[in-house]
């Protein structure tokens, strides 16, 4: 997870080396500087943009930033006039001639390597993601609104996650216990932190993910 302030960006490298960006905040400083430090110098554009809610939060900062990093696809979730930063970038895209595709429930990006990332529900909010690789899953809940909660609540049919992203921020009516509980998660963090190698950008205790880039503030499900 980029640091960007308030809001959601985050930022996989996939197995195949392809860049993938999910929202990307409010910060036009913020998410410029975060992509510009991690997006290689031979290459300096995104394989696919995921737009996973439309509040200005997720994507405010977008049209300004993907004029310095161009991008090749988008997926889009949640309606594209939902606020204004979002039909401003609806209207950035299609001045461009990006392909959108609309996110539906059970769509799936492969990302290469069996890295996949999935739409578990679409909402009007947005969408719900299972990022997955190998034995790790990172459940995203961007999108996730209350009904989509009951019906993935009463849905036994997805086996544990290994960290679970906080909806809003952890706001509580969407983050309740019976939520993380359903999940039985090994960790839970309110931000997937990308740590590089001498970034050094997060000073709380830290597990790497075997074999990704990614790490998470260990958190148990009896933490605070």
């Given at each position: 997870?980029?640091?960007?302030?308030?809001?959601?960006?985050?930022?996989?490298?996939?197995?195949?080396?392809?860049?993938?960006?999910?929202?990307?905040?409010?910060?036009?400083?913020?998410?410029?500087?975060?992509?510009?430090?991690?997006?290689?110098?031979?290459?300096?554009?995104?394989?696919?943009?995921?737009?996973?809610?439309?509040?200005?939060?997720?994507?405010?900062?977008?049209?300004?930033?993907?004029?310095?990093?161009?991008?090749?696809?988008?997926?889009?979730?949640?309606?594209?006039?939902?606020?204004?930063?979002?039909?401003?970038?609806?209207?950035?895209?299609?001045?461009?001639?990006?392909?959108?595709?609309?996110?539906?429930?059970?769509?799936?990006?492969?990302?290469?390597?069996?890295?996949?990332?999935?739409v578990l529900a679409a909402t009007r909010r947005g969408a719900v993601l299972?990022?997955?690789?190998?034995n790790f899953r990172a459940l995203l809940p961007i999108g996730l609104d209350?009904?989509?909660?009951?019906?993935?609540?009463?849905?036994?049919?997805?086996?544990?996650?290994?960290?679970?992203?906080?909806?809003?921020?952890?706001?509580?009516?969407?983050?309740?216990?019976?939520?993380?509980?359903?999940?039985?998660?090994?960790?839970?963090?309110?931000?997937?932190?990308?740590?590089?190698?001498?970034?050094?950008?997060?000073?709380?205790?830290?597990?790497?993910?075997?074999?990704?880039?990614?790490?998470?503030?260990?958190?148990?499900?009896?933490?605070?």
């Amino acid at each position: 997870m980029l640091n960007i302030g308030n809001g959601d960006a985050l930022l996989v490298q996939t197995p195949t080396g392809r860049y993938l960006l999910i929202d990307g905040g409010a910060s036009v400083n913020r998410l410029s500087d975060g992509l510009g430090r991690r997006l290689p110098l031979a290459s300096r554009r995104l394989d696919y943009l995921v737009v996973a809610a439309t509040g200005d939060e997720q994507v405010a900062a977008l049209p300004r930033v993907l004029e310095r990093f161009p991008l090749d696809n988008v997926l889009w979730a949640g309606p594209p006039a939902g606020t204004y930063e979002a039909l401003k970038l609806s209207e950035f895209l299609a001045e461009r001639r990006i392909p959108v595709v609309q996110a539906q429930a059970g769509q799936v990006l492969d990302l290469g390597a069996g890295a996949r990332l999935e739409v578990l529900a679409a909402t009007r909010r947005g969408a719900v993601l299972l990022l997955e690789w190998g034995n790790f899953r990172a459940l995203l809940p961007i999108g996730l609104d209350f009904e989509s909660m009951e019906a993935l609540l009463e849905d036994r049919g997805q086996p544990p996650v290994t960290a679970l992203l906080l909806t809003d921020g952890g706001y509580a009516p969407l983050n309740p216990p019976q939520w993380s509980a359903r999940w039985r998660r090994k960790w839970s963090c309110s931000a997937l932190m990308q740590v590089m190698r001498k970034d050094g950008l997060t000073q709380k205790p830290c597990r790497r993910w075997k074999g990704t880039r990614c790490c998470a503030p260990i958190r148990t499900a009896g933490s605070s």
